[in-house]
């Protein structure tokens, strides 16, 4: 299986990605209008915003079998793309994978499980966008790509890679997890604001996930938790009005 990966970007050229090792396609949000093509390297830019839509088109433009969703702010871990093959082989049915991130200071950037499993409904909403990869066709075939809604730069700012996720889990995809470390990231010095803008996404995400079906007991745990996290930054009641104002915001589909 060849293997590729597929960097977002909001730099104006190519020069900074020359001379990697690997396969890499780089999609660079930008006026420039620059192409760039040598041996591991492609790199185009597009007059547009948002993560989620950098995202589909380097899903659109990617050419390899297995590709790993990747920033320009992440560093690689030695042999990763040995260690994604691997986990391919011993998961032959898996059309998707998540791995671990590793911080520069050698530690790990949340609390991983020791042991291989299968994701769950529960247990993607703890990934990470740079932590997945995935075998391209299998997605393009199931008609999978990223919520331009949702992510940097759009409407809601996050839950793109959950809804993701679990979209790919409504078309019967196999999705796993193997704890080997792939990529290289700082921890997040401050954690993430919890503002409203912060519950209005939430609230948005839950209703993009499950709707009004029962599901969405799991949603209002999983709202509960981000009310209880010290970083809130307004009240209990605010954040669950923000919460619900996103929830009405939005269509399911």
């Known amino acids: 299986m060849d293997f590729q990966v597929l960097i977002s970007t909001m730099n104006p050229t190519p020069d900074s990605f020359k001379g990697k090792s690997f396969n890499a396609l780089v999609i660079s949000q930008n006026q420039t209008g620059i192409r760039f093509h040598d041996k591991n390297l492609e790199f185009i830019s597009f007059d547009e915003k948002g993560l989620s839509k950098s995202r589909n088109r380097a899903m659109e433009k990617g050419k390899a079998d297995l590709v790993l969703i990747a920033d320009d702010d992440v560093d690689f871990c030695e042999k990763f793309d040995v260690k994604i093959k691997k986990a391919f082989q011993e998961f032959p049915d898996a059309d998707i994978i ?6 520069p200071t050698g530690e790990n950037y949340k609390n991983y499980p020791e042991s291989s499993y299968r994701h769950t409904r529960k247990s993607i909403f703890t990934v990470s966008s740079v932590e997945i990869v995935f075998k391209l066709e299998s997605l393009k075939k199931a008609g999978i790509k990223f919520d331009e809604r949702f992510g940097l730069g759009a409407s809601y700012p996050s839950g793109e890679e959950t809804i993701f996720l679990n979209d790919a889990m ?9 704890p080997e470390y792939i990529v290289v990231h700082p921890l997040e010095s401050s954690g993430k604001i919890l503002d409203t803008k912060y519950y209005k ?53």
Do not use: D, H
């Open 98 to 103: 998540t791995f671990k991130i590793l911080t």
């Open 170 to 178: 409504n078309k019967g995809l196999n999705i796993y997890f193997v």
């Open 201 to 253: 996404s939430k609230g948005a995400l839950i209703k993009r996930l499950y709707g009004y079906s029962f599901n969405l007991v799991l949603g209002i745990a999983f709202l509960i938790k981000q009310y209880l996290k010290p970083q809130r930054s307004i009240p209990f009641f605010s954040s669950f009005k923000e919460s619900l104002i996103g929830f009405n915001s939005i269509n399911k589909g």
